[in-house]
């Protein structure tokens, strides 16, 4: 019998997904706008596990909104493949949560993208940030310290950019 895992794993790694006709484009793989969509199930599915999703919002009047993301793209997904996402939280201060995707192809295991993320806890009336009320940054820093003892992940903290070669003198 299969022993259940607790309701937040380490690395939180609940969302799984398969890959859709409309999000392959054409050069027949999944385009890239549909990678970003499938982090953006698997934050809504963070933050679900995390009490921070509908029901929350709902009684708090507060959300997350994006503010910074950085995805890398690493091996091509194709129409039916079903990918895995691992979720990580690297920090998160009274109004901020930095977090890392890393997208695996489910049967391989091959990681196929990351993205890194920073959100910013907003009040909906004021469409402002605010920071966590005390209850609430308690949770997560709770949920925070679940993955402090993981490696930061391979990727996290890069820029983009072009390595200079040597130019000729």
Known sequence: MDTPQPAFSAPYDRHVEA??????????????????????????ALFEAMDFGAAWRRRSGRSFFAVEAHVRYLAELTLGDEVCVATQILAVDDKRLHYFHALRHKTTGTLSATMEMLSLHVDLGRRQAVPFAPDD????????????????????????GLRRAAQPR
């Open 19 to 44: 890959i859709r006709p409309e999000w392959i484009d054409y050069n027949g793989h999944l385009n890239v706008a549909y990678y970003v969509l499938v982090f953006d199930n698997a934050t809504d």
């Open 137 to 160: 940054r308690a949770r997560i820093a709770g949920f925070a310290a679940a993955h402090a003892g993981l490696p930061i992940p391979d990727g996290a903290g890069r820029a983009v």
